[in-house]
């Protein structure tokens, strides 16, 4: 009988990009942020675009992403704004936001509680993203 990937040694490689599409989707639509005088800054719609991979090398397993995400943001149905995060990249957490919003008071209210949730987000994208993939990429000897 012949080992195809003895001890999981050979490269693994695993198209995660509908994985993330989904995650993204799914986390931004639980992100719901209470704002002053009882409004709550929520996503509307997400677009994900980019590449997503889970790999394995060598029995370790990594990760390697280059996401460019924009997101609708309502406060109620007369605000609307959007959140651009242009390069969302595994190597570098210290990520670009752009922001869209002709109402000062809404761009600061963005700053002040949507903005640090989101961040908080998209620091557990890397952890969630091995979590649930590396797990595949082992084959059994």
């Not at 390697?64 to 190597?91: A, Q, R, W």
């Amino acid at each position: 009988m012949a080992v195809l990937n003895p001890n999981n040694w050979h490269w693994i490689d695993k198209n995660t990009l509908p994985w993330s599409k989904e995650y993204f989707n799914q986390k931004f639509d639980e992100l719901c942020v209470a704002v002053p005088e009882e409004k709550v800054v929520k996503v509307s719609s997400v677009v994900v675009k980019g590449d997503s991979n889970v790999s394995q090398r060598k029995g370790k397993p990594i990760c390697y992403y280059d996401l460019h995400l924009t997101m609708d943001v309502l406060l109620d149905e007369d605000n609307v704004g959007s959140v651009e995060i242009p390069e969302f990249m595994h190597d570098d957490m210290d990520f670009e936001i752009k922001m869209n919003c002709s109402d000062a008071e809404i761009r600061d209210q963005l700053n002040k509680v949507f903005i640090p949730k989101l961040m908080e987000l998209m620091g557990q994208y890397q952890k969630d993203l091995l979590e649930e993939h590396s797990r595949d990429l082992q084959m059994s000897n």
